[in-house]
């Protein structure tokens, strides 16, 4: 069973960053494909980024591309979102996920494991 914990949100303004981390209980980097989803209210979880189990390989949903980076930490058990040039369409709770397979999925079923999630608030 792994745990992830999400931190790294508030409240930014339009243009503004802001980092996100997910902390997991156990070293997903060599075991573990590990992605980023978002809800905003009244709206469906969507996915945003995943990253592969060794970090060569990461992908994006179309909104996000060229303002969003993801990657993982030096002790692979971190994986980080920088979220630069926010716009207040980003507003949402961000999710951690992580699912045990060499595969990126964008699908919300696929993922095995799931963090509490932060909110974060981007204004105009």
């Known amino acids: 069973q792994v745990r992830l914990v999400e931190s790294g949100g508030g409240l930014v303004q339009a243009g503004g960053s802001l980092r996100l981390a997910c902390a997991a209980s156990?070293?997903?980097?060599?075991?573990?494909?590990t992605a980023w989803f978002r809800q905003a209210p009244g709206k469906e979880r969507e996915f945003v980024a995943a990253?592969?189990?060794?970090?060569?390989?990461?992908y994006y949903t179309d909104s996000v591309k060229g303002r969003f980076t993801i990657s993982r930490g030096n002790a692979k058990n971190t994986v980080y979102l920088q979220m630069n040039s926010l716009k207040p369409e980003d507003t949402a709770v961000y999710y951690c996920?992580?699912?045990?397979?060499?595969?990126?999925?964008?699908?919300?079923?696929?993922?095995?494991?799931w963090g509490q999630g932060t909110q974060v608030t981007v204004s105009s």
């Open positions: 990253i592969s189990r060794n970090g060569g390989s990461t």
């Open positions: 996920a992580a699912r045990k397979s060499i595969l990126i999925v964008t699908t919300r079923g696929e993922y095995d494991y």
């Open positions: 156990e070293r997903t980097g060599s075991t573990y494909v």
